[in-house]
C-alpha cells in the first residue's frame, strides 16, 4: 500500500506561535481534506498540550530559550526521536524552518529514501544578522543556511521576493511559488462585536484610525510608521494608532512612542489568538500600515483584505507583490514622509478606502484551505518526481556527516543521564 503520510517539521508549534506555526497549524488542519495523514514534528516546550490535535505531534528534546530569544532551540540529532519517526509509514518530509527541523529531516530523508520539501518563509539573513554581531559568523552561518536549503529535494517560497532573497545569499536551484493562505474567513465583524473588542479604548468614531498587526520588531517598519505619525502630530491632525502583537524590541517602541510625545495617540494591545477578535480590529481601522521590507509574505495584508480594509505598503516589497497602487492597496516609498503624504491624502477619503479594500478582498484574498489543496496537489509531484530519479542526488557525505553526529551526541546525551541518575542513587 503506498504511503500518504505527510510529516510536517518546524521548530515553532503551538503553545509556541509565530507566522510560520500558523502556517504549520494550517497545513496539518487541512490536508486530511486531500487524504493525506498528518504527523508533525517539533521541539519540546513545557507548557505543551498536545492532546487535542488530531494527528501525532511529536516532540524531540529541546533547551528551553523562551526569556531570552521566544523559543526553545531543539536537538535535532535525537537519535531515539528520530527512531519513533522512521517507523511511521511516510510519503514525505515538509521542513519549514532551514536549520534546526531541516537538520533532522535531511536524517529521515537518508534513513527513510522519501523526498524532502522545504517551504522557505523568512528572510533568515536578516535574523542572523541581528542575533549575529560577528561579520566572519555571519557569513559561516548564511553558508550553512544555503547548503541546508540547497540540500533538500524541491524548495517552495512564500513569494518570489522570498526566493530572490536566498537568490542573493548564494543559493542556486529553482523554486515553486506556494503561498500562504489565511485563517480568516471573508466578512467584517458586526457592529456589536467590534464595539465590545474595541471600545475599551479611546477611539473616536469620527477619528480615523490605523493598525499595525505584527511582531514589534523594528525591521518591521515600526520606526518609520512612528516617525511618519510624528509628522502628522506636529500638523495637528488627529488619529489613533494600534498596534496588535508583542516582541523583543516593544520596550524600546514603547519609549520611542513617549519620546514623540504621541502616547495619547497609540494604543499597544498585545497579541490577539482570537481570530474573531482579531476581525473587529481589521474591521475597526481605516487603513492597515505595513510597511516591511522585511516580511517574505505579508499574511495580515490579506487578513486585513478578508475584511475589506486596506494596505499601506513598501512599493517592491514581498508584501506588495501582485498589489496595484490605488486599486488593491496603497504604495509608497520606505521613508516617513511618503506614509505621511499617503495617510493624509487618503485617510479621509471613506468612499475611496473602502473601494480599495473590496478590491483587496477579491484579488489578495487566499484561505489557507485552497492554499493547501495547492500544496496537496504538488505534493503528488514530488513523490513521482522522487521515485523517478528526476531530483539530484545530494551529497551522502554530508547526509552520512549528520547522522554521525547525532549518534555522537545521542550517545553523550546516555552517559550523561546515566551518570545523573548515578548521582542521585
Known amino acids: 500500500m503506498t504511503a ?3 510529516c510536517l517539521l518546524n521548530d515553532s508549534f503551538p503553545p509556541l506561535i509565530d507566522g510560520v506555526a500558523n502556517a504549520v497549524v494550517n497545513y496539518a488542519r487541512y490536508l486530511p481534506s486531500s487524504g493525506w495523514d498528518v504527523s508533525v514534528v517539533t521541539p519540546e516546550n513545557p507548557d505543551a498540550e498536545d492532546s487535542g490535535f488530531p494527528y501525532p505531534v511529536i516532540r524531540y528534546p529541546a533547551i528551553d530559550l523562551r526569556k531570552t530569544i521566544g523559543y526553545t532551540a531543539g536537538n535535532p540529532f535525537s537519535i531515539s526521536s528520530q527512531n519513533r519517526i522512521a517507523r511511521r509509514d511516510i510519503a514525505l518530509l515538509h521542513s519549514h524552518c532551514p536549520i534546526m527541523s531541516n537538520i533532522m529531516a535531511r536524517q529521515l530523508r537518508t534513513r527513510m529514501d522519501v523526498p524532502l520539501v522545504l517551504t522557505y518563509h523568512t ?7 541581528n542575533a549575529v554581531r560577528s561579520r566572519i559568523l555571519q557569513e559561516g552561518a548564511i553558508h550553512a543556511l544555503v547548503e541546508s536549503v540547497s540540500a533538500c529535494d524541491e524548495l517552495w517560497v512564500v513569494s518570489n521576493g522570498a526566493g530572490e532573497n536566498i537568490r542573493s545569499l548564494g543559493y542556486e536551484g529553482d523554486w515553486v511559488v506556494m503561498e500562504n493562505g489565511v485563517d480568516i474567513s471573508v466578512g467584517r465583524a458586526s457592529e456589536r462585536d467590534m464595539a465590545s473588542v474595541t471600545g475599551e479604548y479611546d477611539l473616536p468614531r469620527d477619528v480615523p484610525v490605523f493598525l499595525f498587526v505584527g511582531r514589534l520588531m523594528w525591521y518591521k517598519g515600526i520606526r518609520l510608521i512612528l516617525d511618519a505619525l510624528k509628522a502628522l502630530y ?3 491632525i488627529d488619529y489613533r494608532m494600534v498596534f496588535v502583537g508583542s516582541g523583543t524590541d516593544e520596550s524600546d517602541i514603547r519609549g520611542y512612542v513617549s519620546k514623540l510625545n504621541l502616547s495619547g495617540k497609540c494604543f499597544f494591545i498585545g497579541p490577539v489568538r482570537d481570530r474573531e477578535k482579531l476581525r473587529c480590529w481589521y474591521t475597526r481601522a481605516d487603513m492597515l500600515l505595513f510597511p516591511s521590507t522585511f516580511d517574505t509574505n505579508g499574511l495580515v495584508v490579506r487578513e486585513a483584505a478578508a475584511c475589506g480594509l486596506p494596505s499601506v505598503l513598501v512599493r517592491g516589497s514581498c508584501a506588495a507583490e501582485g498589489v496595484t497602487g490605488g486599486h488593491n492597496a496603497f504604495l509608497i516609498h520606505e521613508d516617513p514622509a511618503s506614509l505621511a503624504v499617503c495617510i493624509t491624502k487618503n485617510m479621509h477619503d471613506r ?3 473602502r473601494s480599495v479594500g473590496e478590491n483587496a478582498s477579491r484579488e489578495l484574498y487566499i ?8 500544496a496537496s496537489e504538488r505534493y503528488a509531484v514530488v513523490i513521482d518526481n522522487y521515485h523517478s530519479g528526476r531530483y539530484p542526488r545530494h551529497n551522502d557525505l554530508t547526509e552520512s556527516v549528520l547522522s554521525l553526529e547525532a549518534m555522537t551526541m545521542d550517545a553523550g546525551q546516555r552517559i550523561h543521564d546515566y551518570l545523573v541518575s548515578m548521582r542521585k542513587r
Open 367 to 374: 484561505s489557507w484551505e485552497d492554499s493547501v489543496k495547492k
Open 123 to 129: 528572510k533568515f539573513d536578516v535574523d542572523i544578522a
Open 4 to 6: 500518504k503520510e505527510i
Open 234 to 236: 506636529d500638523q495637528d
Open 351 to 353: 468612499a475611496l478606502l
